[in-house]
């Protein structure tokens, strides 16, 4: 089953483009990941799908339900981290939480402490006291807190140290473990790599790729770097070979293809040292942005 289902999702700001035609199909389960540059419109699309915003056209459907017409019935399911969040600022921390929970129709009080003790979040500190970092905190425990289906985080691990975001990472696997279904919108390629299965690439409002994050990796470029005297970078100028630096005795490409082929080569030549990684996501998706 789908969970969420967009069709030519379409949001335009008057005159400019936030969204265009984005089609996407996330499944019951899967931890998707939504990837761009700033500006890119993974908010506009999230507002969208969420009915925060309207669409200029196309539709949103979400647990098999048109967005804008089942949009409050929609939203008690959905868990949402916005990419900026904005609070009262003299609240404390449980008041805050303890309002957001009064909004569904379930005892929160375990889940809040639970969540604040794995996110090492002080519930009885105020608001206007709090790092950049805890307000994110904060804003992850009210995404939760109500314990959804649904997750969808946008941006969620800006300010975050890099411990806490791996233990928010560990959070996050072990909701979609008990069966949430997660959307995970970022700028940060490895993040989404650690974490997802299939992942979206979003350019200049629109989708330009959908890929498994397995397939993408296994078949798709190898990252080779040689080190050795009088290489002479001419030598690969085969097709499949790409992002060719050459520098001192060091050579290193990009390959897709037979790597017999890359091998053939090697073997005419004295290396020093020799290494074959997969290369990152960072980089298998550079040439979508040059
Ligand atoms: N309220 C608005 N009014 C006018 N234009 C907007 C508005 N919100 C977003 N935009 C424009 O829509 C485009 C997509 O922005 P959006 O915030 O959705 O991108 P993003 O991928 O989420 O980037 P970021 O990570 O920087 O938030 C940008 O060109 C942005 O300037």
Redesign the pocket.
Known sequence: MNVIELKDLTKY??K????KDVNLEVKEGEIFGFI????????????TMLSLIYPTSGTATIFGKDAIEFGSEIRKEIGYLP?EIFYYDKMKVIDLLNYSASFYDKDCTQRIAELAEIMELDLNRRIQDLSYGNKKKVGIVQGLLHSPKLLIL??PTTGLDPLMQQKFFKLIEQENKNGVTVLF?S?ILSEVQQLCNRVAI?KD?EIISIQDIKTLQKDSYKKFSITGKNLNNGKFDISGVSQLIQKDDHVSFFFKGDVNQIVKIMSTLKLKDISIEEPTLEEIFMHYYE
């Open positions: 700001y008057g400019a483009k936030g969204c761009g540059p700033n500006g890119a419109g993974k908010s506009t699309t999230i507002r990419s946008d941006e919108s700028h979003i409002g």
